[in-house]
């Protein structure tokens, strides 16, 4: 009995310390982080076919890798590095991470790698140490990803010249993998994509591609506090980079044909008409691009399926205080006034049209600015839960029926 109680105590203490050891990766979730790269893809560098038997098992992986957007992460283009080699600093509120090079090199890059190495990483996110990968690295995505594509990915970046290349030391805090750990446990479900034989091929291929290498809901799904995608609300909308990545579930796209929806890929034009912006526009230049007209399709054939529940309406922390304070500093100049064609906070009539929008896109059109009304208020110190406190503020003092 004794040990039994050991046991169960340990057992506690271990799950218990998962959870505070996974506190500090929370700041670290992917799509708040600040990510600095451009929107104008990356020159994908010419593979080595090698031997002709080789070749149609490159091109695969290379075609893989381009849906998968490696090259956009693993590209330090601050620095005009070269493809794949890695060193991209990932900026986040407990330090930098820099992303690994990826090409053969030996020493520095992933050429002693065996399959089942490459396989681990991509499908668990396991090092070939054994230590765990922070989920910057999409491999809750790519676990999705079989067996036979990423060994096609792997011979592609195996077919690539080798860069000599060691990237920066991480900040302390990303050298203790093992604080990925706590992560894993509470949110990590590993498992290959399972074809579901009620639906047809193409949609099975485009939920494949969403799912897995696409890793679409890294910024198209709302994240808890510990920056793990809500699955039940999945692709339903978050805030990357400033940026709203809008819901694209059935709901969000029924009034859009198929090939409106490819046009957002291959044509960068949003579904309301203007041009692609931010991350989404380099998730075209370096992937979405090169896929065939068939798998653009679908995906979006897929994704004009996709149900999730509506994500409840924000109970935003910072709370009326916070907003009330920044709209008075920051807002109320204009927005008391009119000045500039501003909707006047209180004004019912002239707020009920934009409320119609969606909470989501007044937020967006606020962090990024519309018309005369400069990004985020001119709040430039303000965070996006910040300005969205403000302007939950305004709308509550401005619509009083809804
Ligand atoms: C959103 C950014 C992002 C994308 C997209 C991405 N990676 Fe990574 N990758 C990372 C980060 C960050 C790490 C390091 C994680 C860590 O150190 O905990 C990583 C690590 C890796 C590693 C481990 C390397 C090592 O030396 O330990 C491999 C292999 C890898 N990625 C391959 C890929 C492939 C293949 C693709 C495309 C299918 C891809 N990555 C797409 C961010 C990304
Ligand atoms: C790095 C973050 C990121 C990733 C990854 C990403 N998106 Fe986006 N997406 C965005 C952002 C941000 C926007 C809004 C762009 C804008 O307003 O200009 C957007 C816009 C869109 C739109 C246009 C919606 C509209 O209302 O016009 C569609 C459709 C879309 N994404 C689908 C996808 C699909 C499918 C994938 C995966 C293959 C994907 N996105 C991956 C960030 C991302
Ligand atoms: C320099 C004047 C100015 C300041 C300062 C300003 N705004 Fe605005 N705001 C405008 C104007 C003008 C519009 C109307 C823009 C349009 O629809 O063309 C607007 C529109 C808005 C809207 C409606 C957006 C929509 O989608 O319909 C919101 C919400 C908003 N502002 C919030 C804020 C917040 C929050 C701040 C302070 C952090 C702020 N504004 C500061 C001028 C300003």
Request: glycine residues 14%; hydrophobic residues 20%; aromatic residues 10%.
């Given at each position: 009995m004794k040990s039994l109680y050991v046991l169960k105590k340990e057992t506690f203490i271990i799950i218990l310390s998962a959870i505070w050891l996974s506190l500090p990766t929370l700041s670290f979730a992917l799509p708040n982080s600040d990510f600095t790269h451009t929107e104008q893809g990356i020159a994908y560098p010419k593979p080595n076919y090698g031997i002709s038997t080789q070749r149609a098992l490159i091109e695969k992986g290379e075609y893989l890798a381009k849906a998968g957007d490696c090259i956009a992460c693993h590209t330090d283009t601050q620095h005009n590095g070269t493809p794949f080699a890695g060193g991209l600093g990932i900026k986040t509120s407990v330090g930098t991470l820099y992303t690994p090079n990826?090409?053969?090199?030996?020493d520095t890059g992933i050429?002693?790698?065996t399959d089942e190495q490459f396989l681990k990483a991509m499908q668990q996110g396991i090092k070939p140490n054994g230590s765990y990968y922070f989920p910057a690295f999409p491999y809750p995505y790519f676990t999705k990803i079989n067996r036979t594509d990423l060994l096609a990915i792997k011979a592609y970046l195996f077919s690539l010249k080798p860069i000599h290349q060691t990237v920066p030391a991480n900040a302390p805090l990303f050298r203790w993998h093992f604080l990925a750990l706590g992560w894993r446990f509470l949110f990590f479900h590993s498992g290959e994509y399972r074809y579901e034989?009620?639906?047809s091929a193409e949609w099975n291929r485009g939920a494949y591609l969403v799912q897995g290498p696409?890793?679409?809901?890294?910024?198209h799904t709302p994240i808890n506090f510990m920056g793990a995608a809500k699955e039940e609300y999945f692709l339903k909308g978050s805030i990357v980079d400033h940026y709203y990545a809008p819901a694209i579930t059935s709901d969000a796209l029924k009034n859009y044909t198929v090939e409106q929806i490819a046009a957002v890929f291959a044509k960068d034009k949003l579904l309301t008409g203007g041009p692609v912006k931010g991350p989404m526009a380099e998730v075209n230049n370096n992937s979405l691009k090169y896929m065939s007209p068939d798998d653009l399709r679908a995906i979006a054939s897929y994704l004009k399926t996709v149900k999730s529940k509506l994500a409840p309406r924000k109970p935003n922390k910072l709370g009326s205080d916070t907003g009330k304070k920044i709209y008075t500093s920051?807002?109320?100049?204009c927005h008391n006034t009119g000045a500039a064609g501003a909707p006047k906070i209180g004004d019912t009539a002239a707020w009920i049209p934009r409320s119609k929008q969606g909470t989501n896109i007044i937020l967006q059109h606020t962090i990024n600015g519309i018309g005369s009304m400069p990004p985020k208020g001119n709040c430039v110190s303000c965070s996006d839960q910040e300005i969205q406190a403000t302007v939950e503020y305004m709308l509550e003092h401005s619509i009083t029926t809804q």
């Open positions: 990826i090409t053969p090199d030996k050429g002693n790698w034989p009620h639906q696409g890793h679409c809901g890294m910024c920051y807002c109320a100049t």
